[in-house]
């Protein structure tokens, strides 16, 4: 079944026909050609294809295409205001050396931004942990992710991010 | 993933209507376990209907002594709700403790119970605090609703509609949960409410069940010394890569006198 979607991606309306089953993950690279959401698992564990529909963390392998209809989504390419700008998050993963092959990283992030602003910018180190668990690392041992998140937190708050 | 026709109602009666005649049809809430399933070609359904633009089924209110949840509430917005938070503070940490954030932003109240998982966590509270299961076609006791192993009491095109939960004087929630999937390896839900102690358990068996003697031996004493030396029989019991069906029994045992001390705290 063919189905016309439209939705809003990094503050842009985008729209495009696609199968009832595509994936978000789908439509995002194959049809959008935005690669930085990344596919690790496939199987609704690894959180490498974390976006924010509707400024909530969802794993955009988990949910169609058609269900993020008229939806807000913002994907790890709509967070640096500029290449040299980055996110307070990107930023902190940069300085404390956060992420090693950088496969699991565009999920990191989004999933740290999402945790960050529900926990009002405070968050401790057992949060943190706690909260990344639906993100996996096969590299960094997570310990420069939860330095990382822990030092962007104060950050985003005096950016107003 | 095969293909399907989707369609998205607005309305309780328009999802029924869509659903009818169509025996190959399936609804999806959050679609946590159905997009998993139809990845894997386990279930080809000819139709996906997708209850997320339904309003009417998302929500909490409460209702005299009850908290009344809608199929459609998604697991964080029960574990962040003030309401649940004051009435039944138990079944918001079991809400913010199932799988990890993404899912819980996703997944649905209506969606986990209906699908019965025997590794679930809500069965337990439901069975525990002896909730009352709405669908658009009647009520179904907590006691008279899960059947079996992804077995419910729900007929086919029948939908859950809401679960309402008596509040309880005492209540927690005990998870020992699989180290790699979060799913429990042994919940045990303990309650007391105006309709007596109840305890029951999930992920050990084929589905929840309550433990009689331990609901006898709390009635008169509210202790984990009152249940120190009831054994459960590990007979039935899930056998796995994750644990001999021995280990879970003696985990029941540990998980309640936990849910116990809990829940006098
Ligand atoms: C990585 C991961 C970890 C998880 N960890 C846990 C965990 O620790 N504990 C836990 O309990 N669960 C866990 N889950 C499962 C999760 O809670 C699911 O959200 C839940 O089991 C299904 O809810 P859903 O809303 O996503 O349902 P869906 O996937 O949409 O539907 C599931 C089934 O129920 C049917 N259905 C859906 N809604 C209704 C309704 N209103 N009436 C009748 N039938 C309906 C569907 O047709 C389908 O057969 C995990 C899932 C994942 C992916
Ligand atoms: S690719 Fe979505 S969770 Fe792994
Ligand atoms: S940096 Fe390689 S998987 Fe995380």
């Known amino acids: 079944m063919t189905i016309s979607v439209a939705m809003t991606v990094n503050g842009k309306s985008v729209s495009g026909k696609v199968e009832a089953r595509t994936l978000l993950v789908q439509f995002l690279r194959e049809h959008l050609g935005m690669t930085g959401t990344h596919v690790g698992c496939d199987t609704s564990q690894c959180g490498a294809c974390v976006v924010h529909v509707d400024g909530k963390s969802i794993k955009s392998c988990t949910i169609l295409a058609v269900q993020a209809e008229g939806s807000k989504v913002t994907t790890i390419e709509g967070l640096a205001e500029s290449a040299d700008k980055l996110h307070p998050m990107q930023e902190a993963f940069r300085e404390n050396h956060a992420l090693q092959c950088g496969f699991c990283t565009p999920g990191m992030v989004m999933s740290a931004i999402d945790m960050v602003k529900r926990h009002n910018y405070q968050l401790d180190e057992a949060t943190v942990r706690r909260e990344l668990e639906g993100n996996l690392c096969r590299c960094t041992g997570y310990h420069n992710i939860v330095k990382a998140i822990l030092a962007a937190a104060p950050a985003m708050k005096s950016a107003g991010v | ?265």
């Open chain 2, 1 to 265: 993933m095969y293909d399907f026709a989707y369609h998205r109602p607005k309305s309780v009666a328009d999802a029924i209507g869509l659903l009818k005649g169509k025996t190959e049809a399936r609804v999806m809430s959050g679609g946590m376990t159905l997009i998993p399933t139809l990845k894997q070609r386990l279930a080809r359904p000819s139709d996906v209907v997708d209850l997320g633009g339904v309003k009417e089924l998302a929500g909490i209110k409460v209702e005299g002594n009850n908290v009344v949840i809608g199929g459609m509430t998604r697991h964080a917005d029960v574990a962040s709700s003030a309401d649940v938070k004051a009435a039944i503070p138990a079944l918001a940490y079991l809400a913010g403790h199932i799988g990890d954030p993404q899912v819980r932003n996703r997944g649905t109240m209506g969606g986990s119970v209906a699908n019965n998982d025997p590794a679930a966590d809500y069965p337990g509270a439901v069975v525990a605090l002896n909730a009352t299961v709405s669908t658009n076609t009647r009520k179904i006791a907590a006691d008279d609703f899960f059947k079996g192993l992804f077995e419910t009491a729900l007929a086919e095109g029948e939908l859950i509609t809401g679960i309402s939960f008596p509040k309880a004087e005492k209540a927690a929630y005990m998870k020992f949960p699989n180290p790699a999937s979060r799913y429990a390896m042994v919940g045990v839900f303990v309650a007391k409410t105006a309709a007596g102690v109840r305890v029951a358990v999930t992920g050990a068996g084929a589905t929840v069940f309550r433990v009689k003697a331990m609901e006898e031996a709390l009635s008169k004493n509210f202790s984990s010394a009152a249940i120190k030396d009831i054994k459960i029989p590990a007979d039935g019991l899930n056998s796995d890569i994750h644990g001999s069906a021995e280990y879970r029994a003696h985990l029941v045992g540990v998980m309640a006198r936990r849910a116990v001390d809990a829940a006098n705290k």
